[in-house]
Structures are given as structure tokens and as C-alpha cells.
């Protein structure tokens, strides 16, 4: 069975810097494009950051850009989200999906809160 | 920033009938264009890709339609696990981007 499980979430101040991590299993992780998309509590879907199958290619939103790294270990199927200098507009629930035609499939997604 | 507006922002219908749902682009995407069933608490799932193309475990009632700036997403025959939220989103341009969604309601 095809599955991602993102962990990492939380609350964090503004300012602060958290984590994120998503495990993938029952496909071939080195072989596909992998996105973080986010939702803030209550809104639509907003996209994140892409990164290719070997990490040479990276593409991010402009406002998280310079702020998020996106990162992968192949060997470990695992997908990386590094988030710095967070704001209250960071707040959502931020999903892991593989490329595949489309975001398919998702993970069931992990909570941050930017708050004070 | 290509902005994508979905008609109408909601949509009342009953089981078995026909839900016709628009996805407009502000400047063409070609036919990269997807479709995402999300229902309360849940991630969203795959619908149709590439304007047309059903992912993989999706019934046939669902189908997708367009090319450039004019889409949609037709359910032939609502069925009671079908009322939900549905967004349309492009990887024709960056920054990839969601349509702000229609919510298909039980009427």
C-alpha cells in the first residue's frame, strides 16, 4: 500500500524554525517528484515546494522562498521540510504528496501553528 | 500568477443527479490541469489529471473536460460519498496554483 506520514508539526513562536518529515513506503520514492501543499485552518489549498526524484531540481513558493528548504534521503524514502523565520501566515496543516499526473497520493497531513 | 476561479462557489444537488462543475483559468494552462475531491478532516485525492485522464481507483462517473482557460469536472450521478469540496489546480506555470474550490452539497 502506497503511504506517506508527515510528523514534525506544532506549535512554534513567531520567528521560530520547525522541522517537518514525511515517510514514504509501498512505492518507489527515488523515483518520483515530491511537493509540500498546505491549507491554512479554513481555507484553500496552497502550494509549497517541489523537488525532483534526485534532488537537482527545486522550486518553491515565493513567499517561503529563502525561508523553506525542501530536502530528500533516497535512501531513508524520506522528505524533508526545513521552515525558518515562521509567521502567522505559515499556520496550516502542510500535506507530503508524490508527483504522479498530479498530487497523488497525499499524506494525512501535520499541524503547524505560528503563534505567541 | 495564474489564478483559477471555480463556478459556482457551491453547488446543491440530490443522489443520482448530474453536477456540472467550472474551472476557469486567468491565461491558458494548456490541458495541465488537475481535480481534487476533499472531504471535511481529510486530505484531498486525485480526481482527474491532465484535464481528462481519471487517476487510478476513480469510478467512471467522474469525468473531465477542457483545454486552455475553460474546464470541467462532470459527476454523472452523485452518489452519497461524492458531497464534497473539489479544487482544480495547474502545473502549467509557476508557482503552481489551487482554485479556491466548490463545495457540492446535499440538497
Known amino acids: 500500500e502506497v503511504q506517506l506520514v508527515e510528523s514534525g508539526g506544532g506549535l512554534v513562536q513567531p520567528g521560530g524554525s520547525l522541522r517537518l518529515s514525511c515517510a514514504a513506503s509501498?512505492?518507489?520514492?527515488?523515483?518520483?517528484?515530491m511537493s509540500w501543499v498546505r491549507q491554512a485552518p479554513g481555507r484553500g489549498l496552497e502550494w509549497v515546494a517541489n523537488?525532483?526524484?534526485?534532488?537537482?531540481?527545486?522550486y518553491y513558493l515565493d513567499s517561503v522562498k529563502g525561508r523553506f528548504t525542501v530536502s530528500r534521503d533516497n535512501a531513508k524514502n524520506s522528505l524533508y521540510l526545513q521552515m525558518n523565520s515562521l509567521s502567522a501566515e505559515d499556520t496550516a496543516v502542510y500535506y507530503c504528496?508524490?508527483?504522479?499526473?498530479?498530487?497523488?497520493?497525499w499524506g494525512q497531513g501535520t499541524l503547524v501553528t505560528v503563534s505567541s | 500568477e495564474i489564478v483559477l476561479t471555480h463556478s459556482p462557489a457551491t453547488l446543491s444537488l440530490s443522489p443520482g443527479e448530474r453536477a456540472t462543475l467550472s474551472c476557469r483559468a486567468s491565461?491558458?494552462?494548456?490541458?495541465?490541469l488537475a481535480w481534487y475531491q476533499q472531504k471535511p478532516g481529510q486530505a484531498p485525492r486525485l480526481i482527474i489529471y491532465?484535464?481528462?485522464n481519471r487517476a487510478t481507483g476513480i469510478p467512471a462517473r467522474f469525468s473531465g473536460s477542457g483545454s486552455g482557460t475553460d474546464f470541467t469536472l462532470t459527476i454523472s450521478s452523485l452518489e452519497p460519498e461524492d458531497f464534497a469540496v473539489y479544487y482544480c489546480?495547474?502545473?502549467?506555470?509557476?508557482?503552481?496554483?489551487f482554485g479556491q474550490g466548490t463545495k457540492v452539497e446535499i440538497k
Open positions: 504528496a508524490s508527483l504522479y499526473g498530479g498530487f497523488d497520493p
Open positions: 509501498g512505492f518507489t520514492f527515488s523515483s518520483y517528484w
Open positions: 523537488i525532483k526524484h534526485d534532488g537537482s531540481e527545486i
Open positions: 491565461q491558458s494552462v494548456s490541458s495541465y
Open positions: 491532465d484535464a481528462s
Open positions: 489546480q495547474q502545473r502549467s506555470n509557476w508557482p503552481w496554483t
